[in-house]
Structure formats: C-alpha cells, structure tokens
C-alpha cells in the first residue's frame, strides 16, 4: 500500500506539473490531464486511507462557491441545455478545490517548483512565437505575423489570454530573480533575460488591457519592494521611469499604437442610436460599452436585477436584442454570424446578467477577499495574480472561456494552498521553539 500510495503522489504531483506545462498551449488536453489529476487525487486518499483527513474547511467551501452560484442559477433558466452546457464548462472550479483545498497533499517548495515550470513553459512559447514570426516577416514582408492573433496562432491560444499568461510568468521569474537566497549570477541574468523575452511577446501581441494591468501592477511592485528595503522614494522613481519607457516602448510598436489610437478616436455617439447599419463602425471601447448598455436593459426589462436572467438564458437575450438594433449579425453563412454569440465581454457584467446583484456580488467579495489575504500574508505573487485577473475581466469573460476557468482555478487554489502551508509550518516551528 505504501509504494501504491507513493506512486499515486508521484504521479499526481507529475501531473500538476505537466498541466501547468501545458496551459500556455491551445487544444483540449488539457481537460485529459485534469481528469487525471482527480484519478490520481483519488488513489492518493484511497492508498493513504486519508478520507478522514479530507477537511471540508472555508478555503474549500468560499473557492467551490464560484463553481456552485452557476448550479443555482439554472434554476430559473430556461434554456436548461444551454445552462447545463455552462455549468459542465466551470467544472473546474470545483475540481481544483477539491484537489489543491480539500486536504494538503502538496508542500509550498512543491507549489513553487509548479509555478516556475508554468514560467518556463511560457519562456519556451514565446521563443517558439516570436521565432516563428519573424521567419514568416522574413519570408513574405508581412508584418501581421509579428502582432496580436497571428503570433498566437503557432500555438492555437487567443492572443489576450495567452498576454495574461506571459504577464504571470514575468512576475515568476522577477520573483526569482528577486530572491535574497539567490546569489547565482549565471542564473540571474537567465531570469532577467527570460524576462526581456516574455516582455517583448506580451509588447507584441498588443493587448491594451493587459499590458494596462502590467503597468499598474509592475508600478505597484517595485513601490512595495523599495518601501520594504526603506527606499520608498527610490522605488517610485523607478516604478515611474520603468512605466514611462514601457509606455515609450509601446508608442513605437506601430500596430500597438494603431490599436491605442483606436480608443482615442472612438465614436461615443453610436451608443445613442437605436438600429445600425450594417457598416457601423465600432472600436473595442464602444462595441464593449454597447454589449454591457444591452446586459442592463435586459436585467431592466426582466426586472432581474437580484438573480439574473439565468446561467443558460443570457446569451439567447443577448442575441435577441441584437437583432433587434440590427446589430450585424453575419452574411448568413456559418463562417460569418456578425455579432451573435458576442458575450458582454466582462466578467462582472456577465456574472450580473446570468446571476444578479446576488452572483455578482459573491464574485466581487470572494476575488477581494482573496486579494486582501495575499496583501496580508505578503504573498505578492498572488496579489499580482488577482490584480491581474480584476483588471483583464473588466474587457473579457475570463470565466467563460476553458483556458480562462483553468488559469484562474488552478492559480488561486495553488496560492491559496501555499499560504495555508506558509502558515501551517510558522506555527509549527513556533510550537517546536517552545
């Protein structure tokens, strides 16, 4: 039983490692190596008869909460096949509970090794993309293949997701690089230059909203690391010069600013009209601020505010009322559908439509409560995490998409579980001093 037992945490911890490895590249293997991941939990606790030890404790139940205000909100769907759909969509958001939160089977320097193999595996796609790229702009003078979705392509990811991504790994690695106990000058400049690299994939694939949250949280860093070390005022001036020339570096990225002027330039008005053209000219800012000016009608109409219109009814009302402000809806070919099955593009906005007042405010008070506790155990990679993904739902339904679901429940139940450990072991070791 004991070699049975081992052998399952072997290939569970495995495992944990190989999912992270993969998430920063497309297809569905992913969801194959999850369901592994819950057969090896299992023979894990049946190996080490450790079902009593399982602790259905808050962290558990608060992370699962996300996963099961979609379960009741199929109560008052219509379209059941449709919410079904949703909801086996967010399984994971109690699978990682279950696995990372239900009993401790994995040690904080365990927990570390997995997010820096997700760091390098990021490093090893952004060579990959960037490689890519610039032999396809060698080969044809096309410099579309050096930005947004067409560098992404190589790897089948959605470029803003897969910017997200880079932006963790670059907080991963400075982590590292920022290490007291790290005094190896080879591996520094390895860490730093791993850094530049990611750095340029994340410029590249020009996604405002999250070099925006790049920016903000990088700023907030090096103000918190300084202030730390007594130098607040060294720290800000460099957090402002490290912003500006990010800034700078953007401004010079042409296909970058093209997609900043965009906003700038944004015709505001289109949102007063009441039926468009099939040519109406949108920009990211206001086809957004359209989809969300539509979620609240809907709840207005319904009178939904407090429970939503339903987890499986929100996209068929959203398609309703496009078409009915003739809002595009495609060349009647099943390779052009307009806008129809345009989401709200915010996960706030989302989760008020399907689930109300009620919904939206367990999300906003479990992501800041879970934001407050990172700040309190000082653990700043997790805090970059959560900023990270409060800033990037406010233009994305990060919960709606499998690489989205898989980036926020395995992270947050990861860190939630290094802190418990970090905890856990302080008050041992105090225990143990007297």
């Known amino acids: 039983m004991e070699k049975t037992a081992l052998l399952a945490f072997r290939l569970f911890y495995g495992l944990c490692l190989l999912f992270a490895a993969l998430l920063p590249v497309g297809g569905k293997v992913n969801n194959l190596v999850l369901i592994l991941l819950l057969a090896t939990w299992l023979l894990h606790t049946w190996a080490t008869k450790s079902w009593h030890l399982i602790s259905w404790r808050s962290e558990f139940w608060l992370a699962a909460g996300l996963f099961f205000i979609f379960v009741v909100g199929l109560l008052h769907t219509e379209n059941l096949r449709q919410g079904f759909r949703d909801v086996e969509h967010k399984l994971a958001l109690l699978a990682f509970p279950l696995i990372f939160l239900s009993q401790k089977i994995l040690s904080t320097r365990q927990v570390a090794s997995i997010c820096r193999v997700f760091a390098y595996a990021c490093l090893a796609v952004a060579v990959y993309i960037l490689s890519l790229s610039f032999w396809h702009y060698g080969q044809t003078q ?149 989809f969300w000016k539509y979620a609240l009608t809907l709840l207005e109409r319904d009178q939904a505010w407090l429970w939503g219109v339903g987890t499986g009814d929100s996209q068929d ?90 980036f926020f429940a395995f992270f947050n139940c990861l860190f939630l579980l290094q802190i418990q450990q970090e905890t856990e072991d302080k008050e041992t070791a105090k225990k143990s001093r007297h």
């Open 142 to 290: 096309d410099a579309t293949h050096l930005f947004y979705h067409q560098l992404a392509a190589p790897v089948r990811m959605h470029a803003i997701m897969l910017s997200a991504y880079f932006a963790l790994a670059i907080f991963r690695l400075l982590q590292d690089f920022l290490n007291p106990g790290n005094t190896h000058r080879l591996q520094k400049a390895g860490q730093l230059s791993g850094c530049l690299v990611l750095l340029t994939g994340l410029v590249l694939l020009s996604s405002k909203t999250i070099l925006f949250a790049f920016l903000v949280i990088l700023f907030l860093g090096m103000v918190v690391y300084f202030s730390r070390k007594q130098k607040a005022f060294t720290g800000f001036l460099a957090a402002v010069a490290v912003a500006v020339s990010l800034v700078l570096a953007i401004l010079l990225v042409p296909n970058l600013r093209q997609r900043v002027e965009e906003i700038a330039h944004s015709k505001l008005q289109v949102l007063e009209m009441e039926r468009f053209e099939y040519d109406t000219e949108f920009s990211g800012l206001t086809i957004r601020l359209l």
């Open 317 to 406: 009302q959203l398609n309703a009322i496009y078409r009915e402000h003739n809002l595009y809806s495609g060349n009647g070919t099943p390779q052009d559908v307009g806008y129809q099955e345009y989401d709200t593009h915010n996960q706030f906005m989302e989760t008020f439509l399907k689930l109300g007042l009620l919904g939206l405010a367990y999300l906003l008070f479990y992501v800041s409560r879970n934001l407050f506790l990172s700040f309190q155990k000082r653990h700043y990679l997790f805090a970059a995490f959560l900023l990270l993904f409060i800033i990037f739902s406010v233009t994305e339904t990060t919960l709606q998409a499998n690489k989205g679901i898989f």
